[in-house]
């Protein structure tokens, strides 16, 4: 089955607001994953506007589940992920600035680069993933780079879904089979919510994991983060 990792950067954003710890991250971390979650993922920025450098080793020492760090592989960022040690790392390809991820990275133009940076990821021993649009060419050339899985950036998906499902699908599909075929590991992301996953997870169920954050973290304003967390699981079946 899809593994669900909850995105908690939200929660981090409430948490800045105010200065204080209110909500307390490592306590919402661990609900969602006593609420069911497969794994949390973090998106530490150099601006540090919703998780904090600091935030990564605290959550490491108490996470159960699987723990991913997505973040532009900045010295920085690799020197944080080294340190630290989550299960996983996904590269992304953002500005330090940017509002949020949105688009992939082009695997063929930055290829020596993202060898590089995944040699030091796979020497740690630490599972990588690539952020990539769905493009059967990048998704072959994240395997070349050594990635060990792509995340597939889901924004386009998400947008067109609620006006042709089948042609938002279309590129998903013949991307998730090419990436089957290489023989490495799947995930997606990004504007994926209660609408939208049940259609992506059914005409792509060997997605090993989807990391959501905003929909999720809306939902659970009205649901509940319990309720909230069990409804996305049931997308997944
Ligand atoms: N995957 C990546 C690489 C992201 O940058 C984000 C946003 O932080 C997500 C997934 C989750 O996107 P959303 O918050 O829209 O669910």
């Not at 089955?1 to 950067?9: A, E, G, H, P, Y």
């Not at 992939?104 to 133009?109: E, K, R």
């Not at 879904?161 to 042709?164: A, F, R, T, V």
């Given at each position: 089955?899809?593994?669900?990792?909850?995105?908690?950067?939200k929660?981090?954003?409430i948490?800045?607001?105010?200065?204080?710890?209110?909500?307390?991250?490592?306590?919402?971390?661990?609900?969602?994953?006593?609420?069911?979650a497969d794994g949390?993922t973090?998106?530490?920025?150099?601006?540090?506007?919703?998780?904090?450098?600091s935030?990564?080793?605290a959550?490491?020492?108490?996470l159960?589940t699987e723990?991913?760090?997505?973040?532009?592989?900045?010295?920085?960022?690799?020197?944080?992920?080294?340190?630290?040690k989550?299960?996983?790392?996904?590269?992304?390809?953002?500005k330090?600035h940017q509002?949020?991820?949105?688009h992939?990275?082009?695997?063929?133009?930055e290829?020596g680069?993202?060898?590089?940076?995944?040699?030091?990821?796979?020497?740690?021993?630490?599972?990588s993933?690539?952020?990539i649009?769905a493009d059967?060419?990048?998704?072959?050339y994240?395997?070349?780079?050594?990635?060990?899985r792509?995340?597939?950036?889901t924004?386009?998906?998400?947008?067109l879904?609620?006006?042709?499902a089948?042609k938002?699908?279309a590129?998903?599909?013949?991307?998730?089979?090419?990436?089957?075929?290489?023989?490495?590991?799947?995930?997606?992301?990004?504007?994926l919510?209660?609408r939208?996953l049940?259609?992506?997870?059914?005409?792509?169920?060997?997605?090993?994991?989807?990391?959501?954050?905003?929909a999720?973290?809306?939902d659970?304003?009205?649901?509940?983060l319990?309720?909230t967390?069990?409804?996305?699981?049931?997308?997944?079946?």
């Open positions: 089955m899809t593994k669900l990792s909850v995105n908690i950067n929660i981090a954003t948490r800045n607001a105010r200065g204080g710890n209110a909500p307390d991250l490592l306590q919402v971390a661990k609900d969602c994953e006593l609420y069911g949390i973090v998106h530490p920025r150099p601006d540090e506007r919703h998780i904090r450098r935030d990564v080793p959550l490491r020492a108490i159960t723990f991913n760090i997505e973040g532009y592989p900045s010295k920085e960022f690799i020197d944080l992920v080294l340190r630290v989550p299960h996983q790392v996904t590269l992304v390809p953002d330090p509002l949020t991820s949105n992939g990275w082009d695997t063929i133009a290829q680069f993202l060898r590089d940076v995944l040699n030091d990821i796979r020497a740690a021993g630490i599972r993933s690539i952020f649009d059967i060419h990048m998704a072959e994240a395997a070349k780079a050594g990635a060990d792509v995340e597939l950036y924004g386009p998906y998400a947008e879904y609620p006006l042709d089948q938002a699908i590129p998903f599909v013949r991307t998730a089979e090419q990436v089957r075929s290489l023989g490495i590991g799947l995930n997606a992301g990004h504007d919510s209660l939208n049940r259609f992506f997870s059914e005409n792509i169920p060997w997605v090993d994991e989807v990391s959501i954050g905003h999720l973290i809306c659970a304003l009205y649901m509940g319990s309720a967390i069990e409804a996305y699981k049931n997308c997944l079946k």
